[in-house]
């Protein structure tokens, strides 16, 4: 029931995979205007995210849940 680690420091163009290691069905949707969303993601599924810029996400299905990257200088 949270993303870890919870704040990750990755260069520009890099891909992050968020991967479900939890029993339970989560997402990964961006927290300020919710312009992307991972959909659902069951136990053990993926998703890839290319960091183009920083970004803080939440799960949407678990509002507490909530991370961020940031692009390192
Ligand atoms: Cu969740």
């Known amino acids: 029931m949270k993303f870890f680690p919870d704040s990750l420091a990755v ?4 891909t992050v995979r968020f991967v479900n ?3 339970v069905v989560h997402d990964v949707t961006e927290e ?3 312009t ?4 659902p ?4 599924k993926s998703w890839d995210l290319v960091i183009t810029q920083n970004v803080a996400y ?3 299905l678990h509002v507490v849940m909530k ?3 940031v692009v390192k200088r």
Do not use: A
């Not at 260069?11 to 890099?14: S, T």
């Not at 993601?41 to 053990?44: E, P, Q, R, V």
């Open 36 to 39: 992307w969303t991972s959909s």
């Open 11 to 14: 260069n520009k163009g890099d």
């Open 67 to 69: 991370g961020k990257i």
């Open 32 to 34: 300020l205007k919710q």
């Open 41 to 44: 993601l069951s136990t053990g």
């Open 21 to 23: 290691k939890d029993l």
């Open 58 to 60: 939440f799960c949407s």
